[in-house]
């Protein structure tokens, strides 16, 4: 979605840039040029809302590649072109060591905010395995109800969670220059 092609968002934990060219996610067996092609159409299409989660520490460090710090990535899907105000949400914290900190829910308050006040989402859905609990009850802290587990955003709900997430900073995102793997690594033989 071209509407957050250059922000950044930086909460107290994480930070959410847009997904580009140096984020090979690997979340999927696919080819340099599909994954190319896939990061283009989630840049481009009017549907998808797509954000990398990085570790706001490691971020922070400017020795470390921000790909380095890549813990996963949020969405956020317009699943019905009839009604732009429902969309689904979906979180992935791919790294495992991140789990059961926190990131979590900090990710889906600062979406669901980004949601709220940029793309006028109302009602949020979440499809989640049966065998998720953790997710599953991280959802519902957020007042998801088991259907699909949803929620409709009243003003009260709405004024609680920009409220609850007024740190979270907006700012411009410069895409970093793109560095191939291996870029800057020089290796040498020696022979006897």
């Not at 570790?55 to 949020?74: A, C, H, R, T």
């Not at 669901?112 to 609990?133: H, P, R, V, W």
């Amino acid at each position: 979605m071209r509407i957050n092609d250059s922000t950044l968002l930086e909460g107290e934990k994480v930070v959410l840039v847009p997904y580009n060219a140096s984020h090979l996610t690997a979340s999927e067996p696919l080819t340099l040029q599909q994954e190319y092609d896939m990061q283009r159409s989630w840049r481009e299409d009017n549907d998808k809302c797509t954000f990398i989660i990085l570790d706001k520490q490691l971020w922070s460090d400017p020795g470390v590649q921000e790909e380095q710090s890549m813990v996963g990535d949020v969405n956020i899907f317009l699943t019905d072109p009839s009604d732009l105000s429902l969309a689904e949400l979906e979180i992935m914290i791919a790294e495992p060591s991140y789990r059961g900190r926190g990131l979590g829910k900090e990710v889906t308050c600062m979406m669901m905010c980004y949601g709220i006040s940029k793309l006028g989402i109302q009602k949020f859905e979440a499809k989640i395995g049966l065998d998720n609990t953790v997710s599953i009850a991280m959802f519902k802290k957020f007042h998801f109800r088991e259907v699909t587990l949803g929620m409709t955003v009243d003003q009260s709900i709405r004024s609680k969670l920009l409220g609850d997430m007024a740190y979270v900073k907006e700012r411009q995102y410069q895409i970093p220059p793109f560095q191939p793997i291996g870029a800057g690594v020089m290796t040498t033989t020696t022979t006897n």
